[in-house]
């Protein structure tokens, strides 16, 4: 089984701050790893797909990168309406999911 | 627009069943896949499964073999998802979401649109 794991675990960041989220899994799986958003009290939401596509209506200063193991997401100028938790997922074993354990980004 | 509406909250005693459902509007549910995802209060993702409503075809979490049961009624567009045996881990919010693709690779698969949510208390 293909293994996701995510740093850091939680991190405090100021309005306005560039925010970098790091995902890794435990074997390659080309590009096929998406991001979700998720507030809390909601549903996660599809933020970038193929590791680096932006899902239609997602803010532009939201970025994805890598392949291969190694993959980012970047906040460029975090905003109030973007602290929640992060997961990612690999889609590489389809039809079997697995999310990171999360990033939570709070107010500093 | 697309829409997945979920049942409301259930309180379970350990041992019993749990049956949530997620009905689809918005699209043809025939077409495609719906996967559940639950999350234990304060903690992450867990994907449980998937079934493709046109064939009833299923796949489930190895964690979850056994215990959980993925079904479909095509003619109100609805899906759903029991879990049997239920004990006080099994205590969470259950998601369904659609899968959808972005390339015909068959690995570009990811989750457009999710449900609100259901949660499961088991509690004796």
């Known amino acids: 089984d293909i293994q996701m794991t995510q740093s850091p675990s939680s991190l405090s960041a100021s309005v306005g701050d560039r925010v970098t989220i790091t995902c890794r899994a435990s074997?390659?799986?080309?590009?096929?790893l998406n991001w979700y958003q998720q507030k809390p009290g909601k549903a996660p939401k599809l933020l970038i797909y193929a590791a680096s596509s932006l899902q239609s209506g997602v803010p532009s200063r939201f970025s994805g990168s890598g392949s291969g193991t190694d993959f980012t997401l970047t906040i460029s100028s975090l905003q109030p309406e973007d602290f929640a938790t992060y997961y990612c997922?690999?889609?590489?074993?389809?039809?079997?999911?697995?999310f990171g354990p999360g990033t939570k980004v709070d107010i500093k | 627009q697309v829409q997945l509406v979920q049942s409301g909250a259930e309180v379970k005693k350990p041992g019993a069943s749990v049956k949530v459902s997620c009905k689809a509007s918005?699209?043809?549910?025939?077409?495609?896949?719906i996967n559940w995802v639950r999350q234990a209060t304060g903690q992450g993702l867990e994907w449980m499964g998937w079934m493709n409503p046109n064939s009833g075809n299923t796949g489930y979490a190895q964690k979850f073999q056994g215990r959980v049961t993925m079904t479909r009624n095509t003619s109100i567009s609805t899906a759903y998802m029991e879990l049997s045996s239920l004990r006080s881990e099994d205590t969470a919010v259950y998601y369904c979401?659609?899968?959808?693709?972005?390339?015909?690779?068959?690995?570009?698969?990811?989750?457009?649109?999710w449900g609100q949510g259901t949660l499961v208390t088991v509690s004796s």
């Open positions: 074997q390659s799986i080309s590009s096929y």
């Open positions: 979401a659609r899968q959808n693709y972005y390339d015909s690779s068959g690995y570009s698969a990811l989750l457009d649109y």
């Open positions: 997922q690999q889609s590489y074993s389809t039809p079997v999911f697995t």
């Open positions: 918005g699209y043809t549910f025939t077409s495609y896949d």
